[in-house]
């Protein structure tokens, strides 16, 4: 994993302990990119990890003075998600008024019936990023900033609360997701923790999606109908909609929810 602090920016995360610290997920592109943003115009120091890194997100931090650090990581495997983890320990500040975790970073993939579901590495990627990472990252900001105003979003999906044919891996990382938000709620309840559908984004996931093969995935004819009457909602609508959701001060109360209950 590679680190890469924007130089243009005035100060690390680690520069101002006082200040909220936010660190998302999957910020390359997508949702997390356009969560990214917000917390970028809003002045919140920004941490990001993914494989690749936004040169968009370097632009709109420079711009608005905010300090971002990228970190690159491959949290599909074990040995990616555990560095990412002591990485991100390692930057966050000791005492922080409050500290924000989007875990955001997921794939779709594998899609395929589950007769043809028999690649153990692709499953076994799948879970590392959905599940696995979302954990390490987790523990890593809970005993780093365990005094801290601590507000952690897992993204889950509809997908993980209604069984959908040629998900079989997608539905099962989600309803994990969903439950170990809920243990996190009872284990911590000075956290507020929430997992949260965001609805049917127009994103790269998508795009995925309405690639996918109709013998594995029989609801393919839905999702490429929603995409051509521009039934998606836009990364940037809903990536507002999560901030807004994610401040209020009963955020955490309902610990699986759906950005479309807000809307
Ligand atoms: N889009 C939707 O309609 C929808 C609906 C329900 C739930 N969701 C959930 O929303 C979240 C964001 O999805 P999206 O639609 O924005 O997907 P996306 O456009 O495919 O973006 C996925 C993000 O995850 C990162 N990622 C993928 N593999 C990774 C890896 N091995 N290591 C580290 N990061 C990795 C990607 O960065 P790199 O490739 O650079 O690593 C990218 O930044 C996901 O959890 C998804 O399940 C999306």
């Known amino acids: 994993m590679t680190s890469n602090h924007d130089s243009s920016a005035p100060a690390s995360p680690q520069g101002n302990s006082t200040a909220p610290v936010a660190i998302v997920t999957g910020a390359s592109r997508g949702l997390g990119e356009a969560l990214a943003a917000e917390f970028i115009r809003a002045g919140t120091p920004l941490i990001t990890l993914a494989r690749g890194r936004s040169s968009t ?5 420079k711009q608005h003075g905010t300090p971002l650090t990228q970190l690159q990581a491959d949290l599909s495997t074990p040995q990616g998600a555990q560095h990412a983890g002591e990485q991100l320990a390692q930057l966050i500040p000791p005492a922080l008024s409050r500290c924000i975790l989007i875990n955001n970073a997921g794939t779709v993939e594998p899609i395929s019936n589950s007769e043809r579901l028999g690649n153990a590495t692709a499953i076994s990627n799948a879970f590392t990023l959905n ?4 954990m390490v990252l987790t523990a890593a900001v809970l005993r780093a900033a365990a005094t801290t105003d601590c507000r952690i979003l897992n993204i889950s999906s509809g997908a993980g609360r209604n069984p959908m044919p040629g998900w079989g891996v997608y539905c099962a990382t989600k309803a ?3 439950m170990y ?3 996190l709620a009872q284990e911590h309840p000075n ?10 984004v127009d994103t790269q996931m998508q795009h995925v999606i309405r690639s996918s093969d109709a013998r594995d995935f029989p609801n393919l004819a839905r999702f490429r109908g929603l995409h051509e009457h521009g039934q998606l909602a836009s990364p940037t609508d809903t990536a ?7 401040s209020r001060d009963d955020f955490g109360t309902t610990v699986l929810d759906d950005i479309r209950n807000y809307s």
């Open 131 to 134: 599940v696995t990472s979302l």
């Open 191 to 200: 956290v507020r923790a929430a997992a949260l559908a965001p609805g049917v």
């Open 240 to 246: 507002r909609l999560i901030l807004q959701y994610i």
């Open 57 to 61: 997100l370097d632009t709109l931090a």
């Open 176 to 178: 994990a997701v969903d």
């Open 181 to 183: 938000t809920r243990v």
